[in-house]
Every structure is written in structure tokens, then in C-alpha cells.
């Protein structure tokens, strides 16, 4: 009787502690490691689609700049098909319009170089010998032997380092047609991004489970509307930011007005530090050309542009687009230019956007009354008739030929006979 009680006891102890196993490890730790482990698990697969992409990196910036362009002249082709233009025809006047006015722009940019550079020249001696002269009046020793004598170590520098400045070169050649390949690879991506793009869109969501599809494709169309909307308001910003800096420079005579502005409105699709950069290259040219006061007052132009773009700008214009915090916004274009350069700081904020609008809209649950989700590409009125007549078309030819052939057949059957 005692044996079996002790055994007893011993059963009840052992099924208690293996219940209460896990009782011993705090409630945070196995939080935490739960959590570590899906960390590290999401990590793994970061890195290792990091990795793949980086081996086509090409094909991944030049498809990304395609998106973005498409963000920009989507509306125009959604404008003409409104008035019964098909979508490829739509299609090829919006692509060829951009081309175009990018053509266009550059030659005019190519023309005031070229015109300027003779005046820009005599104006950098000019501006030199002036440097060299104020140099000259300063209470300490740096003059114009000092400045010769830093020439001179540059171009012995060159000439002891021709080769790497030889493999510098090459390797511009080679970014040069990295360049012709990516343009390529970006057009003919725009083509099916504009005429088919919803279409491409629905296939890649029907990869999903069925339970995953709504609320991917609500999310991603969310998502492309906040792309859509910051495209559009950083155009109007770079617009403005590249008037106010290029009237500024004409007025004040710095040379090349035309191409300052267009490199300032270039610059400003990287926020909060392509403007400035640009507009530092406005203040050496006045500097060199027009001397020191000129410079300042450009300087002066400069920063009254900013500061509109910063505190007026920026919050009311593109506030409505994009519901990002500056500090975000400086880590995000800071992050993305130390991990892939100018196209890191050029995609780190659109890429940021549309996460945080997707991130909001799933954790809200908008798309169980989200009634703008679509199954099927969209249409409108004339081009659903159009369809209707096309499948009906189609429809008499099928049939025709099925009429056809049954009249083929018994005339081989009768023959037969």
C-alpha cells in the first residue's frame, strides 16, 4: 500500500513538473525569443533577396525609374484614353512627349554651354587674377607662389597616376553603356507599365492565396495612388525650387542660368539635400564669374528658396502626398545613399511612402470597405463597348468557322460514301 502511494506521489510530481516546465522561463524572455527567431528568420530572407537583386541591379534601378516615370505620365495617358484614344496609341503619345521634352530641354541646356563657355573662361581668369591680387593684401603669407606650387604638385600627381586616371576613364565608358542598356530596359518597361500595367498588376496578386488577394491588391493600389501623388507634388516642388534659383541666377548675371536651373530641378528629387548641393554650384559660379558680392547675393537667393520650399512647400504641398516625418525622411535618403548610392538617396523616400501607406492601410483593415478595389483592369464607357463589339466579332468568326468546318466535313463524308 505505501509502495503504491509513493509511486503515486512520484507520478503526480513528475506529470507537475513537466506541466510546469516552461513555467520557469519569464514571460518577456520567451516573448523576445519568440520574436527573435521570426527577426532572424526575416532577416535571412532580406539579406538573401538583397543579395540576388544586387546581381541585377541594372535591371532593378532601370524597372524602378520606369515605375517612377510611369507615377508621372500615367495621368496623361488615363487623359487621352477619356476621349477615345486607344491605349496604345495613349500610350506612345505620352512616352514620346517625355522623350521629346527631355531632348529638347537638353539641347537647349547643350547650346547655352557651348555659347557660354568662351565668356565663362575669360570671366575665370579675370576672377582668378582677382583671387590672386586679394591674396596678395592678406597680413599672411599665401599668395600666388603658394597656388603655383599646388597646380604643380596636381599635374605631377597626374602624371605619376596616369594609369588609374586611364582606368577612371574606362570605367566611365563602361558606366556609359551600363547607362544606354539601363535607358533602354526603362522605355520599353514604361511601354507595358502604361498600357498594361493594372493587368500586370491583378496577375501578380492572383499568385497569392485567395484569402491574400484582397487586402494585397487594396494595399497595393493604395500604395499607388501615394506614389502617384508624391511624384507629382516633388515635380512641383523641384519646378519651383529650380525658377526661383534660375531667375535668381539670370538676374544677377551668373552664367549659365538655364543649366543651373535645370540641375537644381534635378536635384531636388533628393529631398532635403539635392537642392542644396545644386544650389552651392549656383553660388561658385557667381563666385568665379562675378566675384565675391555677387556670390553672396546668390547665396542669399538660395537660402530664401529653401526656406520657402521648407517651410511652405513641404508642409503644404507635400504634406497631402506623403505623411513621413522629416527625421524620416533625412534617415531614410542618409540610409539609402550609404547602402546604394544616388539611386539609394533618389528611391529612399517614394519607397518609404508607399511602405508607410501600405503599412496603414492593412493595419486598419481598410479593405474590408474599400469599394475602389478592382478584380478586373479598368475600362471606360466607349472602350467596355469597344470590348463588347470586339467579343462579339469574334464570337460570328468563331462560329462562321464552325459552320465552315461542319460543311467541310459532310462534303468529305458525302464524297466518302
Not at 292 to 311: C, F, K, R, S
Amino acid at each position: 500500500m505505501n509502495e503504491n502511494l509513493e509511486l503515486d506521489s512520484r507520478d503526480i510530481r513528475g506529470g507537475s513538473s513537466a506541466r510546469t516546465a516552461g513555467a520557469y522561463i519569464p514571460f518577456a524572455l520567451s516573448t523576445a525569443a519568440e520574436w527573435a527567431w521570426r527577426l532572424i528568420v526575416v532577416g535571412i530572407a532580406g539579406y538573401a533577396i538583397f543579395t540576388a537583386l544586387s546581381k541585377v541591379s541594372l535591371i532593378v534601378i532601370s524597372l524602378a525609374v520606369a515605375v517612377l516615370l510611369a507615377a508621372l505620365i500615367v495621368p496623361v495617358v488615363y487623359f487621352l484614353r477619356r476621349h477615345k484614344i486607344r491605349a496604345g496609341l495613349a500610350t506612345a503619345i505620352a512616352e514620346l512627349g517625355l522623350i521629346i521634352g527631355v531632348i529638347l530641354l537638353l539641347t537647349l541646356v547643350g547650346q547655352q554651354l557651348t555659347s557660354g563657355f568662351s565668356s565663362l573662361s575669360t570671366q575665370v581668369v579675370e576672377g582668378y587674377n582677382q583671387l590672386m591680387a586679394s591674396l596678395q593684401n592678406l597680413p599672411f603669407n599665401f599668395g600666388a607662389e603658394q597656388i603655383d606650387s599646388y597646380i604643380s604638385q596636381f599635374a605631377n600627381w597626374l602624371k605619376e597616376n596616369s594609369s588609374t586616371v586611364l582606368s577612371g576613364v574606362a570605367s566611365v565608358g563602361s558606366t556609359a553603356a551600363d547607362f544606354g542598356t539601363g535607358l533602354i530596359i526603362c522605355l520599353f518597361a514604361l511601354i507595358f507599365f502604361l498600357m498594361e500595367g493594372e493587368r500586370i498588376w491583378l496577375f501578380l496578386v492572383g499568385l497569392f492565396p485567395k484569402a491574400a488577394r484582397r487586402p494585397l491588391n487594396g494595399a497595393g493600389r493604395r500604395g499607388w495612388k501615394s506614389l502617384v501623388s508624391y511624384v507629382h507634388m516633388q515635380v512641383l516642388v523641384a519646378f519651383i525650387d529650380a525658377v526661383g534659383i534660375g531667375l535668381s541666377a539670370f538676374f544677377l548675371g551668373v552664367p549659365f542660368a538655364l543649366p543651373v536651373a535645370v540641375l537644381v530641378f534635378i536635384g531636388s528629387f533628393i529631398p532635403m539635400v539635392g537642392a542644396v548641393v545644386t544650389g552651392v554650384v549656383a553660388v561658385l559660379l557667381a563666385l568665379v564669374a562675378n566675384g565675391l558680392v555677387n556670390a553672396l547675393l546668390m547665396l542669399l537667393m538660395v537660402i530664401i528658396v529653401q526656406q520657402i520650399e521648407g517651410h511652405i512647400l513641404q508642409p503644404l504641398v507635400m504634406g497631402k502626398a506623403v505623411s513621413l516625418h522629416p527625421l524620416a525622411v533625412f534617415l531614410g535618403v542618409a540610409g539609402g545613399s550609404l547602402l546604394f548610392g544616388i539611386a539609394g538617396a533618389l528611391f529612399a523616400v517614394p519607397i518609404l511612402a508607399v511602405i508607410n501607406t501600405v503599412i496603414r492601410y492593412l493595419a486598419h483593415r481598410e479593405w474590408e470597405d474599400d469599394s475602389s478595389i478592382r478584380s478586373e483592369p479598368f475600362l471606360f464607357e466607349h472602350e467596355i463597348e469597344r470590348q463588347k463589339k470586339k467579343d462579339i466579332a469574334q464570337m460570328v468568326r468563331e462560329r462562321l468557322e464552325a459552320l465552315r468546318k461542319d460543311g467541310h466535313d459532310k462534303d468529305v463524308s458525302s464524297i466518302g460514301i
